[in-house]
Each structure stands twice: as C-alpha cells, then as structure tokens.
C-alpha cells in the first residue's frame, strides 16, 4: 500500500532506490515514512518503535558480515569492530552518504539543532533497518547494500587498531551481565616527556579490578584497560 500523499511516495521511492531497491520491492511504505517521522513531528507516531527493532537488525548484520569475512577472530575482536560499525557516528555517516536528512520529517526547535543531528541521523538510519526488516521479517532488503559499508569499514579497522572500541565493547558486556557500567580510575604518571605512556587507567567493577592499560591519553589508556579486561573476561574459563 502507498502513502496517501503522492508527493511523499515519491520521495520515499527515491530513497530506495538509492539503496539499490526497485520501487516494486515488497516494503511497507507506512513504516518506512514512520521511520523518517522525528519524535518533534507527532509524539504517537514516529520512529522510535522502529529504532529499537533497527538497533537489533542493525548488530545482527555486523555479526553476520564479521562471522561471513573474518571466521578466524576472536570474539573479543568480533565484539570491538562491531561496537564501531554500529556507533552513532558510522551510523550517521551512512545516513548521510544516502541523503537522510532530505527524507527526515523534523518540527520545531531540532530543526536547528546542529549539535544533535547525528543522533538524530544515527536514530533514524536504525529506525529504516528496522522498517526494511518488518517489511519481510527477514533482511532481503538490507544487506544487499548495507554489507559492502560493513565490510569495507571492517576491513579498515582491522588495519588500524587504534579504531578498536573495547570500551564499548566491555561496557555492553557489563551491561547484559550485570546491568552496570565499569569505573574508570585514571592517573597521570610522572616521567620524562619523551615517553609517550602518560596516563595510567584501571578498569574495576563490583570493587574488583578487571584490567589495566597505559596511553598516550586518557581515552588511549583507558581502551587499553578495556581490551586487558574484555579479553580476560571472555577466556574460555570465564565465558
């Protein structure tokens, strides 16, 4: 079934096509205008249903992508490379490589809001996943153009480790356990400028320390503290 009003039919058809879909492709068009519907337009109808099921299919196709390309990773690796492709940031950035922003219905004072149009953008990119997937209830219509993003940012983080997020990572699993997040305890450490190790951090949770790790920074230091505590966590003994 169409949009009732024609002008926005059109636009929506425009954007998937730029997903590589036919305009005769099985999607329930209701749900994908809902996805593109800001909280600020209608406080009923809009897409936050819809994110909250985008945010699933949205990890299940990152897992899918690294467990297809990269079966010989560990699943601490699997975990920190997911944690990037599916962050706000990269979220967003698709969003916008696909033009979202021309289809998201926005009222009121976020109009102007240039602070908060990643988010928005990262809400809404999920909300669409999650509008794609309700329209099949499988990913027909996803990961034809959605895997070769996930793909090629995988294989350009697996090249630079740095963009490795532990922290995410570490908090996500503290979260499902636990429903807590972990405390960072970071120190300056006192040396000669040369030494590029200045910061110390320790990761602790329920009054135990669960790593440790130096850095040129504190966000360095505290990734570092992250991937000790993830990794040891996730050994065979304590998986």
Known sequence: M????????????????????????????????????????????????????????????????????????????FAAIRSVLVSDRVLAQLAKEYGLELYLLVAGSATADKIGQESRLADAFEAVLGALYLSTHNLELIRSWLDPHFKKLAAEIRLDPARLNYKAALQEWTQAHFKILPEYRVVEIPQPQYIQERFSAEVWLHGEKLGQGKGRSIKFAEQAAAKEAFLALNTPDNS
């Open 2 to 77: 169409t949009i009732a009003y024609p002008r926005r039919q059109r636009q929506l058809e425009n954007l998937v096509q730029k997903f590589g879909l036919a305009k005769t492709a099985p999607i329930k068009w209701q749900l994908l205008d809902l996805a593109l519907t800001h909280p600020t337009v209608s406080e009923s109808a809009n897409y936050e249903h819809l994110e909250f099921v985008g945010d699933a299919v949205v990890r299940l196709v990152a897992a899918i992508v690294l467990w297809d390309n990269y079966p010989e990773c560990s699943v601490g690796d």
